[in-house]
């Protein structure tokens, strides 16, 4: 092969019209996620881009909406337990997932519907 992939620049969840202080809710105020802004050209469009580390999270709006249930980003988590406790205290709901040999996970939903994935491997 003459080319080679080298790493997700993002990952981009889909969203309805009007979700950006809902996002901004949940991605910056509970998992703690940074917003950057969106090119300008861009902003018309809606949506909203976070970042953690060297990876971002871009949130798009997409007319007609509809959540991905199956489909989903994974985050790599240090200390799960610690992460569980505080998404109990902030009421947000999860459910534990132990069928991936090696690792500790929880599913969850954001705001909008879309399935997330949070594991720490062992």
Known sequence: ?????KKIDHVQL???????????EFFAGVLGLVEVEKP???KK???????????????????PFLPAKKAHPAFVV???EELKTYLSEKQVAFTSDDNLPGASRIHLFDPFGNRLEFLEWQ
């Open 1 to 5: 092969m003459a080319f080679t992939l």
């Open 14 to 24: 889909a969203a309805p019209k009007e979700c950006e202080e809902a996002a901004r």
């Open 40 to 42: 300008e050209e861009l």
């Open 45 to 63: 469009r809606g949506g909203v881009w976070f970042e953690f580390g060297t990876f971002q999270l871009h949130i798009g709006v997409e007319e």
């Open 78 to 80: 240090e200390n799960i």
